[in-house]
């Protein structure tokens, strides 16, 4: 094919040197007419400015997986290769939407030399784990074993997988559980393919999006730093324990919004009136009888008037005259008042309720509340009391 303009493509420009980029400068600032030059690259930001704003630039999408798969078998059918479905599938993915990517990794799988390609020969090659041991990782990390975890990383490697392309599938899968509990069902799963991508949607609902996102933050800082020490294995099986330890953050952050509205404060405090002991040293209230109009012919003749009197046991009230035997009468001041069983159920403070003694008996009364109340409580700023023989008396808090 003959045309009047000389083309040249340049793949992968940004891997040229800088002194290849200056030799090229010249030639794009008084370009002949009849020549154009096609620069093609994966990483426009890596190119000199000095070259990008001479030339016009075009951005391309990405090509579907689905796509790239048939293309990778029609050439496969050319070369007399025959390849399997999950083979051509696993290709595409890892692609990311590159033809190019794509046909420059099935070129060498096609090197092998091999009448069949296996999706077993592509992990070979990628150094990545199939998706049963992919999963076999990621299910005992939602289930929070971690040493179910630590077993199953360690079977991937010894069948080959390289510790960096696996905890890069682990970030892959964390991407897509935390995209699938986001609810975008239908985001294409790229972590493993279309026969696990069930069963990766049924654990996302178990691990809820904020505890994925910190799985991804742990790996990726993981695999930020095991580039830096040879102790990459021991932080691998850390991240690890990490993830699979994670509490349900779900749960933590609905927590948070409840006491940000106040509605855990209002839960969590049940306020019922506090029941005082009657101390033995009280004088007893005043009791208030149909029999207290007696004649007084039966208080000459010594007779006793009993009332019972609620909360408390056994307390005799009499007129104060003594038995015609001589013996004297026991008095209601005299005779210890029992507790009652709602008051000891409801933890009333053992200390006496007496101005000067405010400090001593708040300390009792927060430690017999619920760590979440006691938190709300320790905020407030004064609380007013009462009680017997005080009088608005006051706690600082």
Known sequence: MRSQYKIYIIDEVHQLTSEAFNALLKTLEDPPENVKFIFCTTEPTALPDTIVSRCQRFDFGLIGNDQIAARLSSIAVTEGVEVSDQAVELVARRAGGSMGDSQSLFDQLLAFGKERIDVE?????????????????????????????????????????QQEELLGQLIECCR???????????????????????????????????????????????VSRARWTRQSRALADLALVRIAT???????????????D??????????????????????????????ADVDDRDS???????????GTAGVHVDNGVGHGDGTETETGGEEAVEPTVAEESLGVPKTPLETGREDRIWGEVTGQI??????????????????PKTSGSCLSC
């Open 300 to 310: 000459d003749q010594g007779t006793d008037v009993r009332q019972s009197v609620p």
């Open 262 to 291: 106040g509605a855990a404060a209002v839960a969590a405090a049940d306020p019922k009136p506090a029941v005082q002991k009657k101390r033995a040293d009280e004088p007893l209230a005043a009791v208030t009888s149909p029999t």
């Open 121 to 161: 020969d592509v992990h070979r090659l990628l150094g990545t784990a199939p998706d049963e041991l992919l999963l076999a990782i990621i299910e005992p990390l939602v289930g929070g074993q971690p040493d179910r975890a630590i077993g199953s990383f360690e079977t991937a490697l010894a069948t080959g997988a």
């Open 370 to 387: 619920s760590d979440l109340l006691r938190e709300h409580v320790e905020r407030v700023n004064r609380v007013a009391i009462s009680g």
């Open 176 to 222: 897509d559980l935390m995209v699938q509990a986001a609810g975008a069902q239908d985001v294409t799963v790229r972590s493993v393919g279309s026969a696990a991508a069930k069963r990766l949607s049924e654990m996302a609902g178990d691990w809820g999006v904020e505890t994925a996102i910190a799985a991804m933050q742990v790996l990726a800082e993981t």
């Open 246 to 260: 994670l509490e349900r953050l779900d749960g933590v952050v609905g927590l948070l919004q409840q006491l940000a």
